[in-house]
């Protein structure tokens, strides 16, 4: 039983499912500071507001964090494009690129005189009787 949960454990697909979780960790850290500490800072200073996170509406005394989730979509939306274009299209043009097939081998030939369509190894065409070479 323990070489069978080794044996699984190292395929390829779970190894490289754990390698994209950590990489994807990763990536969403990174680009949740670029919202937070760079293009929200910059849109609030367009805006006037020193920080989106600080938007809040109070309804009956609860307060809805609207500016904590204006910086989660934007964390979003970038983590979305960027695995559109970065993964999504490529891999999209590899399987496409894959599944062209190279076109058969020719089966025949085109015949000299009347032009009509004769096999490869014909010595005399069918259509007009002249000989092929």
Do not use: W, Y
Not at 50 to 63: E, L
């Amino acid at each position: 039983m323990g070489s069978e949960f080794k044996q699984f454990l190292l395929r390829g697909n779970v190894v490289d499912l754990a390698v994209g979780v950590v990489i994807g960790a990763a990536f969403g850290g990174v680009v949740t500071s670029l919202v937070e500490d760079v293009i929200t800072p910059l849109l609030a200073a367009v805006i006037g507001q020193p920080d989106f996170s600080g938007i809040a509406v109070t309804v009956n005394g609860s307060a809805i964090m609207v500016g904590a989730f204006l910086n989660a979509l934007l964390a979003f939306l970038i983590i979305a494009t960027a695995i559109f274009f970065l993964v999504v299209k490529p891999v999209n043009a590899i399987i496409a690129r894959s599944k062209r097939e190279a076109p058969a081998d020719p089966t025949t030939k085109r015949c000299p005189e009347c032009l009509s369509e004769i096999p490869l190894a014909a010595r005399r065409c069918a259509h007009c009787a002249s000989t092929v070479a």
